[in-house]
């Protein structure tokens, strides 16, 4: 009877973690949007409470302008703004930051709830501590990325920054999908194989590396220094590669070079998740890993067909924003498919 109740437990808890995974996708998606629409630096102040809401009125709304007139993204970059212009740049900077500040509320309440009607067994305890701690870390890691943006002589937020905040993210999502899967799957239903475990990390390794580049894309906009596919400019190999000094700062900071790294890694990926796709053939009788099995080689392959679509769209900012919004969608989903075959299969 115990067993049972525990089990019951276990699935409600893993359910809200499961609703905090895609409230963490939705976020991700929103960061996005922010990003391409680059309104990432129309609120130039934090404010945890009052910052909930927008301006309510003309006078709020045109002090929270003239703010952002002080920025050299307004001076250099949207200097032609109005006010109307501006609102619209205000309101998916203001969303993605109403979005944190609801799942901050989901995972709080939640947790206040499991607490007090004794849902939680002590395993659960420190994995909670965890997880509200990357939280917290993730939204200083944004306040300090907008940060990066609001010096002289930057016009956008610093990429690096970006990548660091978008990876914490992911983080975080990866980690709260896993403390879900481990309230949901008992152990016994693993699969043992030591070669598909060791492929599958692989993979997870070439996976993480591309999502950083895939971020440095995005905030270099170096996706429109080579509007061109299969071909870089005409070039298989392009010039410029090594164009800055030292070498080290090509792979941070030129964006012919970045481009390279992100295609390149897109090729090494599709072909490590096709070769152990064929390998996973063996497993037999698993009904969850034989389902991710094949997702995962349709999230790739439809992945990489929306990169090429991004890429030969770059130039065009309406067909961008849609494209490079649903290239990160399937980015994430194949995360969540390629830890949830990593949490399944186990080595020995």
């Not at 703010?67 to 006010?83: A, E, G, I, P």
């Not at 009607?117 to 990325?145: D, E």
């Not at 060791?198 to 509007?227: C, D, E, H, K, N």
């Amino acid at each position: 009877m115990d067993t049972t109740l525990e089990q019951r437990n276990n699935k409600q808890v893993a359910f809200w973690l499961l609703t905090g995974v895609a409230m963490i996708v939705i976020q991700v998606l929103i960061g996005g949007i922010t990003r391409l629409t680059e309104s990432g630096l129309s609120i130039t102040e934090w404010k945890p409470i009052t910052g909930a809401l927008p301006p309510l009125n003309d006078a709020a709304w045109q002090a929270e302008f003239d703010r952002y007139k002080v920025t050299d993204q307004f001076k250099y970059v949207h200097q032609n703004f109005s006010l109307s212009d501006f609102k619209g740049i205000f309101f998916w900077e203001w969303f993605h930051r109403l979005w944190a500040r609801t799942m901050g509320m989901v995972f709080l309440i939640g947790f206040i709830y499991f607490l007090a009607t004794k849902k939680f067994n002590k395993k659960m305890i420190l994995p909670m501590v965890i997880l509200f701690l990357l939280g917290a870390v993730q939204g200083a890691i944004g306040w300090f990325m907008v940060k990066s943006g609001l010096v002289p002589e930057k016009y956008f937020v610093g990429h690096i920054e970006l990548a660091t905040h978008f990876i914490a993210a992911l983080g975080l999502l990866c980690y709260t999908l896993w403390f879900a899967l481990g309230l949901l799957e008992a152990p016994a239903k693993k699969v043992i194989n030591a070669r598909l475990h060791g492929i599958m990390l692989a993979i997870v390794t070439v996976l993480f590396f591309q999502l950083i580049y895939g971020a440095f894309m995005a905030g270099l906009r170096a996706a429109v220094t080579a509007p061109t596919w299969p071909d870089i400019n005409g070039q298989i190999i392009p010039a410029g590669l090594n164009e800055l000094s030292p070498f080290s700062k090509n792979l941070l900071d030129n964006k012919i070079t970045i481009h390279f790294i992100h295609r390149g890694l897109a090729y090494l990926l599709f072909a490590l998740i096709t070769y152990w796709y064929f390998a996973a053939s063996e497993v037999k009788n698993h009904l969850l890993f034989t389902k991710l099995r094949s997702w995962v080689l349709l999230l790739v392959i439809l992945q990489v067909v929306l990169g090429i679509c991004t890429v030969l769209n770059a130039t065009y900012p309406s067909r961008l924003v849609l494209l490079g919004v649903s290239h990160q969608f399937v980015a994430m989903s194949l995360l969540i498919c390629v830890i949830s075959i990593l949490f399944v299969l186990k080595r020995k």
